[in-house]
């Protein structure tokens, strides 16, 4: 049964935060469970969420609750093992869909949720939770 593989010890970056407040926006508030919280990314092109695991896992799905009118309408999902190069996992078109099956993911330790294009006129991506279901590889 796949559940969260995101845990204390999973290592989050994000490619920016908005004023660089992450005091009202950073990305912990991804994680939080309270629905009045989230990661608000500063503008630009190609904003990104990383993950790092304690250990490998296997991906089965990507739930990702954005703000309407600064959600993605393209993603790409990448993972690496440890001391690997990024590849590409699955493309997700998020439009009305919170919830994103990951079909045949090999092991990873480390994912990265590139939002390629913003909803948001300057680029801006806000993000209320983030989770990643599926298992540990070992």
Not at 64 to 72: K, L, N, W, Y
């Given at each position: 049964?796949?559940?969260?593989?995101?845990?204390?010890?999973?290592?989050?970056?994000?490619?920016?935060?908005?004023?660089?407040?992450v005091k009202q926006y950073?990305?912990?508030?991804?994680?939080?469970?309270?629905?009045?919280?989230?990661?608000?990314?500063?503008?630009?092109?190609?904003?990104?969420?990383?993950?790092?695991?304690?250990?490998?896992?296997?991906?089965?799905?990507?739930?990702?609750?954005?703000?309407?009118?600064?959600?993605?309408?393209?993603?790409?999902?990448?993972?690496?093992?440890?001391?690997?190069?990024?590849?590409?996992?699955?493309?997700?078109?998020?439009?009305?869909?919170?919830?994103?099956?990951?079909?045949?993911?090999?092991?990873?330790?480390?994912?990265?949720?590139?939002?390629?294009?913003?909803?948001?006129?300057?680029?801006?991506?806000?993000?209320?939770?983030?989770?990643?279901?599926?298992?540990?590889?070992?």
């Amino acid at each position: 049964m796949a559940s969260s593989v995101i845990c204390r010890e999973t290592q989050s970056r994000v490619s920016s935060v908005l004023n660089r407040d992450v005091k009202q926006y950073g990305k912990k508030y991804m994680f939080d469970c309270n629905e009045e919280t989230c990661w608000n990314s500063d503008q630009g092109e190609c904003q990104w969420v990383s993950l790092e695991f304690p250990q490998s896992v296997t991906l089965s799905e990507l739930k990702v609750q954005f703000q309407g009118g600064f959600s993605a309408k393209t993603c790409k999902l990448e993972g690496c093992l440890k001391d690997g190069d990024f590849t590409v996992i699955s493309h997700i078109y998020p439009e009305d869909n919170n919830s994103f099956p990951i079909q045949e993911a090999p092991a990873v330790d480390k994912v990265k949720i590139i939002f390629e294009n913003s909803a948001d006129f300057f680029g801006r991506i806000i993000v209320y939770s983030l989770d990643i279901l599926g298992e540990n590889a070992s």
